[in-house]
C-alpha cells in the first residue's frame, strides 16, 4: 500500500496543482493578462498616434518648405523682372537723352550756320557800301539813299549770281 499510498498523494497533488492552476488561470493569469494586453494596446496607441503625429509634422515641414522655395523663386523672378525693367528704363532714357543731344546738336549747327549766313549777308552789304562810297567818292558824285540802296541790291544780286 505504500506504493499505492505514494502514488494516491502524488495523484491528488497532481489534481490539487491542475484545481490551483485552474483558478490561478482563471483568477489571477486572465486578469493579468488582460491588463498586460491592454497597458500594450495602450502603449501601441501611443507609439502609433506619436507616429501619425510625426508624419504630419513632417508633411507640414515640407509643406512650409516647398512654400519657402516658391516664395524664393517668386522673390528672384521678381528681382530679376525689376532689374530688366530699371535696365530698359535706363536705356530708354540714355537713347533719349543721345536724341536729345543730337538735336541740340543739329539746332546749335543750324544757328551757328543761320548766323554764319547772316554774318556774310551783313558783311558783303558792308562791303557793298563801302564800295559804293568808295566809287562815289571817286566819282565825285553823291547818289541820294534810293538809288544807293538800288545800286546795293544790284551788286549784292551780280555777287549771288556768280557763286
Request: glycine share 2%.
Amino acid at each position: 500500500m505504500s506504493i499505492l499510498n505514494i502514488n494516491a498523494e502524488i495523484v491528488w497533488v497532481f489534481i490539487n496543482l491542475a484545481v490551483l492552476l485552474v483558478l490561478m488561470k482563471h483568477f489571477l493569469f486572465g486578469p493579468v493578462t488582460r491588463m498586460l494586453d491592454q497597458r500594450s494596446k495602450e502603449i501601441a496607441d501611443t507609439i502609433q498616434d506619436a507616429e501619425n503625429r510625426l508624419d504630419e509634422a513632417n508633411q507640414t515641414k515640407q509643406t512650409y518648405e516647398s512654400n519657402l522655395q516658391n516664395a524664393k523663386k517668386e522673390a528672384q523672378q521678381i528681382i530679376e523682372q525689376a532689374k530688366k525693367q530699371a535696365q530698359a528704363e535706363y536705356e530708354a532714357r540714355m537713347e533719349q537723352a543721345r536724341q536729345d543731344i543730337d538735336r541740340l546738336k543739329q539746332a546749335a549747327q543750324q544757328q551757328a550756320a543761320a548766323d554764319r549766313d547772316a554774318l556774310l549777308q551783313q558783311t558783303r552789304q558792308e562791303i557793298a557800301m563801302l564800295s559804293l562810297m568808295a566809287a562815289s567818292r571817286v566819282c565825285a558824285q553823291r547818289l541820294d539813299s534810293q538809288s544807293d540802296e538800288a545800286l546795293v541790291g544790284a551788286f549784292l544780286q551780280e555777287v549771288e549770281e556768280r557763286k
